[in-house]
């Protein structure tokens, strides 16, 4: 009969839908994979390496940059590099979401509250690379901002 066989149908129809669902808010729960590493947001500042802002060589040309984000700053505020250095950030927020973006690059970041974000640049061209934070994240928003110097 054409109704048990449509009933069925949609009833194979709505499983599937669930499923996909389900499916769905399983991978998104996961997070993109630069963002799986945890952090208490309270305990930033105990919490290695966030103890420890800074900017630090880890090779020839390597260098680590070790960053908390909070409103309304980036730190390190300061941030000074060889030209032709590969950099690898490691950051998290301290209270709200924050966005890095670095002007004149590809590097463009999201950083949140309880996750520990990685992105790597290569610098090959001296300068100063201004760092926009590009989430809304309160009423000194447009004046979170500092410069990569390349030299
Ligand atoms: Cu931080 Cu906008």
């Given at each position: 009969r054409y109704e048990e066989i449509w009933l069925m149908l949609s009833g194979a129809m709505l499983v599937i839908f669930m499923v996909i669902t389900g499916y769905q808010t399983f991978a998104l729960g996961m997070g993109p994979p630069s963002n799986k590493e945890t952090i208490d947001p309270e305990k930033v500042d105990e919490t290695a390496p966030f103890d420890k802002p800074g900017v630090y060589q880890t090779g020839d040309h390597e260098y680590e940059v070790v960053m908390t984000l909070e409103v309304f700053n980036f730190n390190p505020g300061k941030i000074e590099i060889p030209a032709g250095s590969t950099v690898t950030f490691i950051m998290t927020s301290k209270d709200v979401v924050h966005g890095f973006q670095v002007v004149d690059t590809n590097l463009n970041a999201m950083v949140m509250p309880g996750h520990i974000q990685r992105a790597t640049q290569k610098f090959s061209k001296p300068g100063e690379y201004l760092v926009l934070?590009?989430?809304?994240?309160?009423?000194g928003h447009q004046h979170m901002s500092t410069v990569i110097t390349v030299k």
């Open positions: 934070c590009n989430e809304y994240c309160g009423t």
